[in-house]
């Protein structure tokens, strides 16, 4: 405009243009500028907040496993602690089975020692005789009188078929003794079981009658015949034996005020018979029975586990069910229980024949 004025003159529409276009494109780049120091600003405080929260994070990651390291120690120690105690567990059951097995060994020896009694008894007492029939027979035959030597010698045989039978008694029960308390070898043998409930039903009965004088009770047998032998453990099946006939006479030994009477009767018995499963397969039932008090139903699904007993503080371990449950197994068979609380139970084994 200054330096040339015509020029000016000439091109002042473009040279408008030109200023309004130089002003705008001004305010594009303030504007543009302003953005980017916006978002750089943005940025910068984005950048800043993650370095503080990575910051935090470090903070809190060290933090965690300074925790994790306390916990795992800790846990560790819990579970030394949790194994020794688990080992002084089984150390334990194992000494309370061994007691459990000790304490049936215990009552049969009293039963034992009530029971080989009468055959001794039995034996002393013929044999006496037969001292003094043959001090007759000799005195007979010096003065003649055969006949009557004949007689008393008859009388001398029968005695001593008598001490004969007494004796083999005597030493069928010390051999179930030394059989029941011997190393179970876990061998399976041809057993007689009708002979095995007959001799722990005797031997339980007497066992509790030599701790408690005053305890009379009633006890019957139902053997089948036909059963034969079958392949058992007969120290196991003997111990299961002992602990449900042990069982019974003390269930009817102190029955409940209801039960108590002149008509009442303790009585346990056991019964022996064949038996046909839904397969086909064949076996035994051994079916114990007493009339005492019989189970509460509230507690019928808990007397096969370990360690539980109704009976009194230091009465019983409250192995025996649990042990029985587990050799019934271990042959293979089942042990159930019917019971009616007033009227008794009755436990029935079933061994595969």
């Known amino acids: 405009r200054f330096i040339s004025k015509s020029f000016y003159s000439n091109q002042k529409d473009l040279i408008g243009a030109i200023n309004t276009f130089a002003v705008l494109w001004g305010l594009g780049v303030v504007l543009v500028t302003r953005k980017q120091q916006k978002e750089l600003t943005k940025a910068r405080k984005r950048t800043q907040e993650e370095e503080e929260n990575n910051k935090v994070i470090s903070a809190v990651k060290s933090q965690l496993e300074v ?50 009694q009468n055959p001794l008894n039995f034996v002393n007492n013929f044999s006496d005789i037969n001292s003094e029939l043959i001090d007759e027979m000799v005195t007979e035959a010096q003065n003649g009188n055969i006949d009557e030597a004949k007689l008393i010698a008859d009388d001398i045989k029968q005695n001593n078929q008598k001490i004969a039978f007494h004796g083999k008694r005597a030493d069928a029960i010390v051999k179930s003794m030394l059989q029941h308390s011997r190393k179970n070898t876990g061998q399976k043998e041809p057993s007689d079981v009708n002979a095995l409930c007959d001799e722990y039903i005797r031997l339980s009965y007497h066992g509790l009658r030599a701790k408690d004088k005053s305890f009379n009770a009633e006890f019957k047998t139902d053997f089948d015949e036909t059963i034969g032998k079958i392949n058992i453990v007969p120290q196991d099946i003997g111990r299961v034996l002992l602990n449900l006939f ?51 139903q509230n507690i019928v699904d808990k007397i096969f586990q370990p360690f539980f007993t109704t009976k009194p503080t230091g009465s019983g371990t409250g192995l025996g069910l649990s042990l029985s449950y587990d050799i019934i197994k271990a042959h293979g068979g089942e042990i159930t229980i019917n019971t009616t609380e007033g009227a008794g139970s009755e436990f029935i084994i079933q061994l595969p024949a």
């Open 67 to 116: 925790q994790v390291a306390e916990r795992t120690a800790e846990l560790t120690k819990q579970k030394e602690e949790l194994e020794q105690t688990l080992n002084e567990l089984k150390s334990a059951q194992t000494q309370l089975v061994q007691s459990e097995k000790m304490a049936s060994l215990g009552e049969l020896t009293a039963g034992i020692a009530h029971e080989i």
């Open 246 to 296: 042990n069982n019974a006479f003390y269930a009817v030994n102190k029955p409940s005020d209801s039960l108590k009477g002149e008509n009442y009767k303790p009585q346990v018995s056991v019964t022996t018979k064949k038996y046909n499963s839904p397969s086909g397969a064949g076996g035994i039932q051994i079916i114990v029975k007493d009339n005492g008090d019989g189970i509460p």
